[in-house]
């Protein structure tokens, strides 16, 4: 039975359906070749916050920009304070229900790729294979001198060695790994250099204020160019590194079908936008469809 529609304000005012009807996202599945566009509201259940949803971190917090991070010192050790409290509760959270069911869509050979907005992870810690990290990933650190890579957990040991004393009580955790703390808490937290040139390391994320590398681009543009339908996942669209891929398949006649509890910026763009919590949502489809979910992480 079809439900009938909600209705929700966009960003720019103007009143435009949600449904609760989740059917074109399951016919879509069922035709396969679909490619998956994940943002931070697909994250929300295992514990990170949203930027922009209801409750989002960025009515209260203002994340690093990268000409703030490479410009000043003191804009660095504040922002590796906070990111190295963060990063203990940040890289404990698990996968959940809907990420191990995009994993699952892709075992049974329903998707062509996942292109994700987030840097937490968790399709790959899910299972998911042929992931494009859009903005990067928190698991790695980049030397801006060398452009040498590393581990953040070989990073997080460092600054806990170089900051013994360091064990400040945050106010809470944003969806960048980046905790609240004040100046004071701060304070002369020890910032650890690049083991191999003692240049600036900076996490492999892009940054507010930084581009999406070319290369990644292109590559992500190739995907939504083969696929069938793009399928937006917790992604209210307002920033144009993803809001360009909607257009793209837009532009294609490639269906484009959302599952957000809010409006976006591509609902113009969309067959269909589903306004239900994406884990059941995405479980009831997984089970509609007869495809298991992996409830056991992947061995690494």
């Not at 940054?207 to 069938?228: D, H, I, K, M, Y």
């Not at 992604?235 to 976006?264: H, K, Y």
Request: charged share 20%; aromatic share 6%.
């Amino acid at each position: 039975m079809r439900m009938r529609p909600t209705l929700s304000w966009t960003p720019s005012g103007e009143l435009r359906p949600g449904t609760t009807d989740w059917a074109p996202v399951a016919d879509a599945l069922r035709a396969g070749g679909v490619l998956v566009l994940s943002g931070a509201g697909l994250s929300t259940e295992s514990g990170i916050p949203d930027y922009r949803g209801e409750g989002g971190s960025l009515s209260r917090h203002t994340p690093m920009t990268y000409q703030e991070f490479i410009g000043s010192e003191r804009a660095r050790r504040r922002y590796w304070a906070r990111s190295h409290l963060g990063w203990r509760t940040f890289h404990r959270a698990g996968p959940n229900a809907g990420h191990r069911a995009v994993a699952a869509f892709g075992r049974h050979g329903l998707l062509t790729g996942v292109i994700t907005q987030n840097v937490d992870g968790l399709h790959q810690a899910a299972g998911s294979e042929d992931v494009v990290e859009l903005h990067g990933g928190l698991e790695r650190v980049v030397c801006l001198s060398c452009r040498g890579f590393g581990s953040r957990r070989d990073l997080a040991r460092r600054l806990q060695e170089a900051n013994t004393d360091f064990a400040p009580m945050a106010a809470r955790l944003n969806p960048d790994g980046d905790a609240d703390l004040t100046d004071e808490q701060v304070g002369e937290f020890r910032v650890v250099a690049c083991p191999r040139c003692e240049g600036i390391l900076k996490p492999d994320v892009v940054f507010f204020g930084e581009t999406v590398p070319p290369q990644r681009v292109e590559q992500c543009r190739e995907l939504v160019a083969s696929a069938t339908s793009l399928l937006v996942l917790g992604s209210s669209l307002t920033v144009m590194s993803g809001l360009r891929f909607v257009r793209q398949a837009a532009r294609a006649g490639t269906p484009v079908l959302i599952v957000n509890r809010d409006a976006t910026r591509g609902d113009e763009h969309a067959l269909t936008r589903v306004a239900l919590p994406l884990g059941t949502t995405l479980t009831t489809l997984a089970d509609q469809l007869n495809i298991p979910l992996n409830t056991t992480p992947p061995a690494n």
